[in-house]
């Protein structure tokens, strides 16, 4: 690796545009930053041009610059990142399941306009990625639908979403060949979703495999689009459905005992999360639960 102290002399040498400048900034004597430049010319070629009063940079003086400054915005980023002091700066990583994730998207960019130091890094995926993000490290802390086991993991409840049974705006129903005569649309987890909340809605019904089957969709934000037109009906989570634009062209349908999921936030156990990342936490949690779950009748 280049010394520091030779790179120092080459950036501050540029900088100043004269050996006898650097060496006064850099409280060295002018052989001194002359012997630091000579090491990285043996090493990478020629890096300057000598002109009375003036130096120019070869095409090596200029690469060399550039990993200069690179190292620099580096060091920069490394100090962010391990600088805990401030609570509305920095990086937040975060990485969630769609559905929470529309509900929190819109609320991190109201914190990251009023705390402009903040960068909000957030990712949309399924549980088994979640979880492999957060042990790679890649993202600081995750919401899971499932209560992780793995020891590397440390887990708490983040909050609560109910399952819903979303139908077309104007739709009744009252019974199991209501939901027959609508079809179901399916997503991914559609199917594990609908049995568990139609066996709390009708009970003893013959099951989903008994319902039309009216279409797939593999996108959380597009699921109720087909809803909305009339084609069929959906169960999905809460938050998938507040952040629906067209909640005119929709209905919940309502279930007298509701399920609930939990939203599991995850971290890596060894070390506890930065004091931003506490402060955002704090905040989403504070406007989730001051958000009314608004639903049918």
């Not at 914190?111 to 995926?125: M, S, T």
């Not at 819903?164 to 939901?179: F, I, N, T």
């Amino acid at each position: 690796m280049t010394h520091p102290h030779w790179l120092r002399s080459f950036t501050t040498l540029v900088e100043t545009g004269g050996f006898t400048r650097a060496a006064q900034r850099l409280g060295l004597t002018q052989a001194a930053v002359s012997q630091h430049l000579r090491h990285l010319e043996d090493q990478l070629g020629p890096l300057l041009i000598r002109r009375p009063r003036q130096i120019e940079l070869t095409p090596a003086g200029v690469a060399l610059l550039d990993y200069c400054n690179e190292l620099e915005m580096a060091d920069r980023r490394l100090k962010l990142r391990l600088t805990d002091a401030s609570a509305d700066s920095g990086e937040i990583s975060l990485i969630t399941p769609g559905s929470v994730g529309l509900a929190l998207y819109p609320l991190l960019l109201d914190l990251q306009q009023r705390h402009r130091g903040l960068i909000i890094r957030h990712r949309f995926a399924p549980d088994p990625e979640i979880q492999e993000a957060v042990l790679r490290k890649q993202y600081e802390w995750g919401l899971m639908t499932l209560r992780p086991d793995d020891p590397r993991l440390m887990a708490s409840p983040f909050a609560e979403e109910a399952l819903e049974l979303v139908v077309p705006a104007g739709a009744r129903v009252d019974g199991w060949e209501d939901l027959q005569r609508l079809g179901i649309i399916d997503h991914p987890d559609g199917q594990a979703m609908a049995t568990r909340l139609l066996m709390r809605r009708f009970p003893g019904n013959p099951g989903i495999r008994s319902l039309p089957y009216h279409g797939f969709v593999n996108q959380i934000a597009l699921i109720l689009e087909p809803v909305a037109r009339g084609l069929g009906f959906a169960v999905i989570p809460r938050y998938a459905r507040e952040a629906f634009t067209g909640a005119d062209a929709i209905h919940v349908v309502a279930c007298n005992t509701p399920v609930l999921d939990t939203l599991w936030l995850i971290q890596r156990a060894e070390w506890p999360l930065s004091a931003r990342a506490c402060y955002v936490l704090e905040q989403l949690r504070r406007s989730l639960a001051s958000t009314p779950q608004r639903i049918g009748s």
